[in-house]
């Protein structure tokens, strides 16, 4: 069965840049969004495996999506990926229910262990 993921990211560049990584690690990317609010729609529509989040966009940021996610479900799998790598951002996020947080730049193989590893700890 295959891995379904949603990215979200303010960038159309990012966003195909997460998609095509994740594509070669055999995920299916069923859907992007570009805010935190549109995350959390397009979350409670297609209800994926993992969600990829970029912690600033613009009206409602990565934390904002976050926190929506969680809410709908509290054992969502979402993986903040951004270039914001303050220690507070980063144990905010982890507090509000983000599994991991990737830094950018980041290596294609750290973005696929990361979500793989995601979804590892549902199986334990």
């Not at 990829?52 to 969502?76: K, Q, S, Y």
């Not at 903040?80 to 947080?101: H, P, W, Y």
Request: glycine share 6%; aromatic share 4%.
């Amino acid at each position: 069965m295959a891995k379904t993921v949603l990215v979200c990211d303010d960038s159309m560049l990012m966003r195909k840049m997460v998609a095509e990584c994740l594509t070669e690690d055999g995920w299916t990317i069923v859907g992007e969004a570009s805010d935190g609010n549109m995350a959390i729609e397009l979350y409670k529509e297609l209800t994926p495996d993992a969600v990829t989040m970029d912690m600033v966009m613009p009206e409602f940021d990565g934390l904002h999506g976050l926190r929506g996610i969680i809410e709908i479900n509290p054992e969502a799998k979402v993986v903040m990926v951004s270039a914001l790598a303050q220690t507070k951002s980063i144990s905010e996020a982890i507090r509000s229910g983000a599994q991991d947080f990737i830094t950018k730049p980041f290596m294609p193989e750290q973005l696929q262990q990361t979500i793989g590893a995601c979804l590892d700890t549902t199986a334990s």
